[in-house]
C-alpha cells in the first residue's frame, strides 16, 4: 500500500501548485483523505481533508481557507491540492495520507505518503 505525493516545487508568491497523490495497492476511495505540512523546525500540522467517495465534506486550516482547495478523483485513486495565492509562509513538506474518517488529528491517519516539498520565495 504506498501514497504517492507529488507536484511539489520552488514557486515566487503569489503563484499557484497542484498537488497529487495518487494510491496504489488498494483503494482508498472508502477513506477521507487528508493533507498535511511540516515546516524546518515545526511539527506536522493539519492542512485539509476531504471525506471518503462523493467527497462532499471538506475541512480546512484557517491560514489555507479560500486559498487551497481539496478534491479527489476516485476512479483514479487519487486526491488533490490546489494552492492558489501561495506565501512563503506556506513552505513546507507537505504530505498526504488517509483515515477512516475526516478529521484533523494526524493519529487517525493509517496510510502516509512520502511528502512532497513546496518551497515559496518572497
Known amino acids: 500500500v504506498q501514497l504517492q505525493a507529488s507536484g511539489g516545487g520552488l514557486v515566487q508568491a503569489g503563484d499557484s501548485l497542484r498537488l497529487s497523490c495518487e494510491a496504489s495497492?488498494?483503494?482508498?476511495?472508502?477513506?477521507?483523505m487528508g493533507w498535511f505540512r511540516q515546516a524546518p523546525g515545526k511539527e506536522r500540522e493539519f492542512v485539509a481533508v476531504?471525506?471518503?467517495?462523493?467527497?462532499?465534506?471538506?475541512d480546512y486550516t484557517d491560514s489555507v481557507k479560500g486559498r487551497f482547495t481539496i478534491s479527489r478523483n476516485n476512479a483514479k485513486n487519487t486526491v488533490y491540492l490546489q494552492m492558489n495565492s501561495l506565501k512563503p509562509e506556506d513552505t513546507a513538506v507537505y504530505y498526504c495520507?488517509?483515515?477512516?474518517?475526516?478529521?484533523?488529528?494526524?493519529?487517525?491517519?493509517?496510510?502516509w505518503g512520502q511528502g512532497t516539498l513546496v518551497t515559496v520565495s518572497s
Open positions: 495497492g488498494r483503494t482508498f476511495s472508502g477513506d477521507a
Open positions: 476531504i471525506s471518503r467517495s462523493g467527497g462532499g465534506v471538506t
Open positions: 495520507a488517509a483515515s477512516p474518517e475526516v478529521t484533523r488529528s494526524k493519529g487517525r491517519y493509517n496510510y
